[in-house]
């Protein structure tokens, strides 16, 4: 192999990656688990959208 070509998706519908990534799911699994406390991992959609990339308008990226 000579050339290694890397993509990497970019979603800008939180809805849309949790949806093809399984964040909500992957995390509900964490809680349930008890890897991850209820109060700290029930919604974590609304952190990821804190995060300064997810507060960025789609012009700026």
């Not at 093809?20 to 700290?40: C, D, E, F, P, W």
């Not at 919604?43 to 507060?55: F, H, M, N, Q």
């Amino acid at each position: 192999m000579e050339t290694v070509v890397a993509t990497t998706p970019v979603f800008r519908d939180f809805a849309e990656a949790d949806h093809t990534l399984g964040l909500g799911r992957n995390m509900q699994q964490a809680i349930n688990a008890g890897y991850v406390a209820q109060g700290k991992g029930g919604g974590g959609s609304p952190t990821l959208l804190k995060a300064p990339s997810a507060r960025r308008s789609p012009s700026s990226l």
